[in-house]
């Protein structure tokens, strides 16, 4: 297997790889063995201007004189070169997420979709032309944005990375993006096979540095039009701040505390096992993880018991073992977060019905655990965890499940269990979140828009609107009219 372990990675600016100004370099291990993974330069204030500037020139160049039909094909180009080095890829992520192989794989594939996608879907840029009357004849324009800074987190770098790239390069824009300092490596490598299939120098940059400076230096840069950004909604917000002065345009993916809401009704068959993998997919570090299950009180008993036995006979270990169902967390601080947290709930009064103590050894693992007998005022049923941990919640009726699912200051997802379809749909308007699952627990496919309401962010990725989000709209006035234009009567 050719993955290239202890590789050195530069950073990505103008189609190549570069040092960084201040020539420092990170050490990343893996989050699984703690064994050295990479050395992977470390990006400053200098080196987002130099991104900076190397995506105005190619914007300004050759990337901006670029025909909508070569894009396409760039972007199908890429998706094939993505595809044909998915092994590498797929070890490569699994080695510095930790997350297990057969999720990675689900996830390449999906990013190759979204290029896919994206290059079908600029065949549906276009302006339009509409009658006003009189003389006057209108036509509209849509141009790209601009430079779009992008900021990922290190939950899903591979994946997250194509939700970002294929609508900004389909709209015509350029590229900073900032990979969370952890898990840069298969952004780098993606750009690296952007270059190699053709994409102009400049067209994209990929600067790994610190949030607090790099990321907030990107966010405050005048030659930057508008901020992708996905990530925590603390984040979220010092973003709009810092965005403030220039007028960035934003997209806000955030947080998520998301209900998965099961009637006695369901077919449990179906709802146990979809429920466990909707939270401990990924480890639970998902912004979409249903992470509080709230169930109807006459099913309760049932459904802690045969969840929690599902949950404990989830496979968890070695990343690179095609059986893991669940692999390690990202590191051990942020295991010690998790922990943490599940002791709270502990004092709060939850108890603990599976794991609930980290895992000795090696790594940053952490067993599936549910928290029972919660109440939704606790802190565990609040706050985003972030981890394999579940709180599960009794409710007597229709209107309490939707005044619970409600009941938190998220709103990014939820999943309703139900035999009765019309009550599937009624509940599905009363809940405020992005996308809602009527016996389904899948939630992102290309095509589909995906985000937030409430403080779960705003704007939406993966739907042919996000093109919007990358593009300006310019009015055109042409007068016909034989006569001169003389309002003043000159
Ligand atoms: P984070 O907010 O700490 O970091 C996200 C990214 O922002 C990183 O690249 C980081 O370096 C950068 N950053 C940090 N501070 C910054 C600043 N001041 N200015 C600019 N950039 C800055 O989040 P995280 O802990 O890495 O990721 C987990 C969070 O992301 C969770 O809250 C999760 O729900 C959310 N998330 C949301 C979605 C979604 O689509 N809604 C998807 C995945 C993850």
């Keep these: ?118 290059a079908s879907a600029i065949a549906s840029i276009a302006g339009r032309s509409n009658p006003i009357g009189g003389s006057l004849l209108f036509y509209s324009l849509k141009e790209p944005v601009g430079v779009a800074g992008q900021i990922v987190p290190w939950n ?5 990375t194509t939700w970002k790239l294929a609508p900004a390069l389909a709209a015509g824009c350029t590229i900073v993006l900032k990979p969370d300092s952890a898990t840069p490596l298969t952004a780098l490598r993606m750009a690296e096979l952007a270059a190699e299939v053709g994409f102009p120098p400049g067209t994209l940059n990929v600067v790994p540095g610190p949030g607090t400076t790099v990321g907030a230096h990107l966010v405050r840069h005048p030659g930057v039009d508008k901020i992708a950004f996905t990530g925590s909604t603390a984040t979220g917000s010092e973003i709009m701040r810092l965005g403030a002065d220039t007028i960035k345009r934003l997209t806000l993916e955030l947080g998520g505390k998301s209900p998965n809401i099961v ?96 895992l000795e050894g090696k790594g940053a693992f952490y067993p599936p655990t549910v928290l029972a007998n919660v ?45 009765d379809p019309a009550r599937g749909h009624r509940l599905a308007r009363r809940i405020k979140a992005g996308t809602v699952g009527i016996n389904m ?5 290309p095509g589909i828009p995906f985000g937030g309401y409430k403080q779960s962010g705003f704007g939406r990725e993966l739907g042919l609107d996000t093109l919007e989000l990358y593009l300006e709209t310019k009015s055109v006035l042409v007068s016909t009219s034989p006569k001169p234009f003389n309002p003043f009567g000159l």
């Design 1 to 118: 297997m050719a993955v290239a372990t202890e590789r050195e990675y530069g950073l990505f600016i103008n189609g190549e790889s570069t040092e960084p100004a201040s020539g420092e370099i990170r050490e990343l291990s893996e989050p699984a063995t703690g064994e050295p993974l990479a050395r992977v330069a470390s990006a400053g204030e200098e080196d987002v201007d130099r991104a900076v500037a190397a995506a105005q020139a190619a914007l300004a160049g050759d990337w901006g004189k670029t025909p909508p039909t070569e894009r396409s094909r760039l972007l199908h180009a890429l998706a094939d070169a993505i595809q044909a080095n998915r092994k590498e890829l797929a070890e490569l992520e699994a080695r510095n997420v930790g997350k297990a192989i057969s999720s990675v794989k689900a996830e390449l594939a999906q990013g190759v979709e979204n290029f896919r996608f994206y």
């Design 156 to 160: 899903y770098p591979l994946m997250m």
């Design 263 to 358: 009637f006695a009704d369901a077919n449990l068959e179906d709802a146990i096992p979809s429920s466990v993998w909707s939270i401990y997919y990924s480890a639970g570090q998902s912004c979409e993880a249903r992470s509080r299950m709230l169930v109807e009180a006459s099913l309760y008993d049932e459904f802690v018991s045969s969840f929690s036995e599902a949950a404990k006979r989830l496979k968890v270990g070695d990343p690179l073992e095609a059986e893991t169902q669940v692999g390690s967390l990202i590191s051990p601080e942020h295991r010690d977060k998790v922990h943490g947290f599940v002791e709270q709930g502990r004092e709060e009064g939850a108890e603990v019905v599976a794991g609930g103590e980290p």
């Design 375 to 419: 109440d939704n005022r606790m802190t565990v049923a609040q706050e985003e965890i972030f981890g394999p941990v579940v709180t599960i919640t009794p409710f007597e009726d229709e209107k309490e499940a939707a005044r619970l699912a409600n009941d938190v200051k998220y709103g990014l997802m939820a999943t309703i269990w139900t035999g």
């Design 441 to 445: 627990p899948y939630t992102a496919f």
